[in-house]
């Protein structure tokens, strides 16, 4: 394959990776399914990442009514946001907290929701400022240290950004979501063998979630080893989300036998002082 051709493919694996990561760590901050916790707030029948596309737009529905009648309540403004990104209207999500923020300014969680809408509307800078804000030094929380870490891979900074989940890992051991976006930091950088080690560590632990296991996955298949990949991309999933997480997994790696040409290229060695952080 010609060396643009590759370096085209390999920036579209990464930017994949990248969203994934973001994905996982601001879903890991404040889920709906957590927040749902007053009558006020029309009740989820199911927690949000396995919702399929018709059930996504009915509860974004639901909920936008909720929030034309109430938009300064804190709860439902947060929950809306959360269910737009899920839709991908994330410029409609960063204007719902803006709103939602300047009505309640000192309100934490709402602070942290409006860094989360921030970053994935690509505002990274202001992200961090935000969520910063939402921090408080003498009782910080390993979600948001997280979250800033997986902000500061988008702007490229990955020295920085592992730094952070291994602090947000100082405050919670083995914690999955964190385990998972370090791994995902590797891949943005090439070095899916590192990746991966992560990435085992974090689907072993109990408290994993399918959104882990989808990213052990994807950077297996990277790999080479899309067999394997398939068998962890079905493990506790219906049918039919199986089905649709392998059929996204082969359009990320199918493409002009990239497999085995991006393990070709993986040649970094595992990073010094890393083999101690899981």
């Given at each position: 394959m010609p060396a643009s051709l590759t370096t085209t493919f390999t920036n579209r694996i990464l930017q994949?990776?990248?969203?994934?990561l973001l994905v996982l760590v601001l879903a890991g901050c404040s889920t709906t399914k957590d927040r749902m916790t007053t009558g006020s707030v029309p009740k989820l029948t199911k927690p949000v990442e396995e919702m399929d596309a018709t059930e996504l737009r009915s509860a974004t529905d639901r909920l936008g009514q909720?929030?034309?009648k109430n938009p300064r309540d804190p709860v439902t403004g947060v929950n809306y946001a959360n269910l737009l990104r899920m839709n991908g209207r994330d410029t409609q999500a960063l204007a719902v907290m803006q709103q939602v923020a300047i009505a309640n300014p000192g309100d934490r969680n709402v602070l942290a929701a409006y860094g989360k809408a921030q970053a994935a509307a690509g505002q990274f800078q202001q992200a961090l400022d935000t969520i910063g804000r939402?921090?408080?030094p003498d009782r910080p929380d390993w979600k948001l240290i997280s979250a800033q870490g997986a902000i500061l891979d988008q702007m490229g900074r990955a020295s920085d950004a592992r730094q952070r989940y291994r602090d947000a890992l100082n405050i919670q051991p083995n914690e999955p979501s964190i385990l998972s976006n370090l791994g995902m930091s590797y891949?943005?950088?090439g070095?899916?063998?590192?990746?991966?080690t992560y990435l085992r560590s974090a689907a072993s632990q109990p408290t994993a979630d399918s959104r882990v296991r989808q990213n052990l996955a994807l950077v297996v298949g990277l790999q080479g080893r899309f067999p394997e990949a398939e068998q962890i991309a079905r493990r506790e999933l219906s049918p039919q989300q199986a089905d649709a997480n392998v059929a996204y997994l082969?359009?990320?790696l199918s493409q002009q036998n990239s497999w085995q040409k991006l393990a070709a290229k993986d040649k970094t060695p595992q990073a010094a002082g890393d083999s101690n952080t899981n």
């Open positions: 994949g990776a990248a969203a994934s909720a929030y034309e939402a921090q408080t891949v943005l950088t070095d899916l063998r590192t990746a991966e082969r359009g990320m």
